[in-house]
């Protein structure tokens, strides 16, 4: 799973935008030069097969989706987090 979900480079991005609040894909390409529409969908459709992120659908017109962090999100998130801080301190303390 977490090859998977590292496979797509996007996906760390797709998280801090939904930390931020953009909970929308139209808003998220938006925000993010060189984010496709395209590879945006692959990325949150891999997102829901795990169950780090759920879809919200609301019956309106015209349609609108959002998505949002899972319980289950929440927790690798955290994790992905404890190793980038981890990748810093090896970073501060390898030689120059």
């Not at 797709?14 to 929308?24: E, F, K």
């Not at 938006?30 to 692959?42: C, F, H, I, P, Y």
């Not at 989706?65 to 987090?81: K, M, N, Q, S």
Request: hydrophobic share 45%; aromatic share 8%; charged share 20%.
């Amino acid at each position: 799973m977490v090859e998977t979900i590292f496979g797509c480079k996007w996906s760390l991005t797709v998280y801090q935008l939904l930390a931020n609040g953009i909970n929308r894909p139209g808003e998220m390409v938006r925000a993010v030069e060189g984010l496709s529409t395209k590879v945006l969908n692959e990325c949150l459709r891999r997102n829901l097969q795990f169950g780090i992120l759920e879809k919200i659908a609301y019956p309106e017109i015209p349609p609108r989706v959002e998505y949002r962090v899972t319980a289950l999100g929440e927790h690798f998130i955290a994790t992905v987090d404890h190793i980038q801080a981890l990748q810093q301190l090896i970073d501060q303390q390898a030689p120059a």
